[in-house]
């Protein structure tokens, strides 16, 4: 086996060293392109930047839906079933919010 490839290899013609050649010029010059463009600022700067981008979506994400679910849950304490109001627990919560608003106000009032 190693006589046929040493044939082999002293059978190619100068022509053909030199298309291996420029061959693996070739490949190796598309290589340095490539990696200059992947260690670039820019390139870089832009996946940081779409990296960042993709972190937020996905935290806003999380962050509408558990506001969703919290307001379902609220909106379930004062609605029954068939999506009626339950008097029994908004009238108390209405009355604590118009007491704390009549709070507000008197304060504004001292300061004035």
């Known amino acids: 086996m190693g006589e046929a490839s040493t044939q082999d290899k002293s059978a190619r013609t100068t022509a053909q060293i030199e298309a291996d050649i420029e061959s693996a010029r070739g490949r190796l010059a598309a290589t340095l392109d490539e990696l200059a463009v992947r260690v670039h600022p820019s390139t870089i700067s832009a996946q940081v930047k779409a990296k960042a981008a993709a972190a937020v979506e996905e935290r806003a994400g999380r962050a509408y839906v558990a506001a969703s679910g919290m307001v379902d849950k609220v909106k379930a304490q004062f609605v029954d079933e068939k999506g009626q109001p339950r008097p029994e627990r908004v009238?108390?919560?209405?009355?604590?919010?118009?007491?704390?608003?009549?709070?507000?106000?008197?304060r504004k009032r001292r300061k004035d």
């Open 91 to 106: 009238v108390p919560a209405a009355l604590v919010g118009v007491g704390l608003v009549l709070l507000v106000a008197s």
